[in-house]
């Protein structure tokens, strides 16, 4: 069993930057996939970055690439999403799983124009 909790959302300005945090508890974190899922209000769930289990391959959605960085410190089970250049389409609940099978709950991200 995998727990993950999710931080670091607020509310920024158009342009600004956010760091998210993803703790997880369990001796498996680092031996598998991570990533980060967003939910707008009244929208699916979409794909925002995800990384492998070393931290050197990452992927990102077209929307948020080269303004978004995911990574990942396997020693402290922590994966993070620096996001900066917000803008107010970033705006959603920001959720991280691992292997798409856990999920945390969320953390809201709301960037004002």
């Known amino acids: 069993q995998v727990q993950l909790v999710e931080s670091g959302g607020g509310l920024v300005q158009t342009g600004g930057s956010l760091r998210l945090s993803c703790a997880a508890s369990?001796?498996?974190?680092?031996?598998?996939?991570t990533g980060w899922f967003r939910q707008a209000p009244g929208k699916e769930r979409e794909f925002v970055a995800a990384?492998?289990?070393?931290?050197?391959?990452?992927h990102y959605a077209d929307s948020v690439k080269g303004r978004f960085t995911i990574s990942r410190d396997n020693a402290k089970n922590t994966m993070y999403l620096q996001m900066n250049s917000l803008k107010p389409e970033d705006t959603a609940v920001y959720y991280c799983?691992?292997?798409?099978?856990?999920w945390g709950h969320g953390t809201q991200v709301t960037v004002s124009s």
């Open positions: 369990g001796s498996t974190f680092s031996t598998y996939g």
């Open positions: 799983h691992t292997r798409l099978v856990y």
């Open positions: 990384i492998n289990w070393s931290g050197g391959s990452t």
